[in-house]
């Protein structure tokens, strides 16, 4: 099992920057993918985005694609997702996800991920 700490959530205007950060620990040389989702008020968990651990292979929601950039550090174990030209449809609870299952399909749903942190909020005002 892996275990996740999420940091860096608040709240900021639209237009402006975020930036979160994961830090994985336990078993970490299991990991094989690791990613973001998040959670508004009233709604389902949707996927972020999402990031091969061995590879540069990466995936984005079409709702953040080209503000939302995810990046992983292996000698740190940690995962960040740095949100610019944030709107206020952003405003979740964003967790961190890691997954050590060989899936047979793209892990686009809450269900393929073994591993989840506490989660953190990030509020956008207009």
């Known amino acids: 099992q892996v275990q996740l700490v999420e940091s860096g959530g608040g709240s900021v205007q639209a237009g402006g920057s975020l930036r979160l950060s994961c830090q994985a620990s336990?078993?970490?040389?299991?990991?094989?993918?690791v990613g973001w989702f998040r959670q508004a008020p009233g709604k389902e968990r949707e996927f972020v985005a999402r990031?091969?651990?061995?590879?540069?292979?990466?995936w984005y929601a079409d709702s953040v694609q080209g503000r939302f950039a995810i990046s992983r550090d292996k000698a740190k174990n940690t995962v960040g997702l740095q949100m610019n030209s944030l709107k206020p449809e952003d405003t979740a609870v964003y967790y961190c996800?890691?997954?050590?299952?060989?899936?047979?399909?793209?892990?686009?749903?809450?269900?393929?991920?073994?591993?989840w942190g506490q989660g953190t909020q990030v509020t956008v005002s207009s």
């Open positions: 336990g078993r970490t040389s299991q990991i094989i993918a």
């Open positions: 990031q091969a651990w061995n590879s540069e292979r990466i």
């Open positions: 996800v890691a997954d050590h299952t060989i899936r047979a399909v793209p892990r686009s749903t809450p269900q393929l991920w073994d591993d």
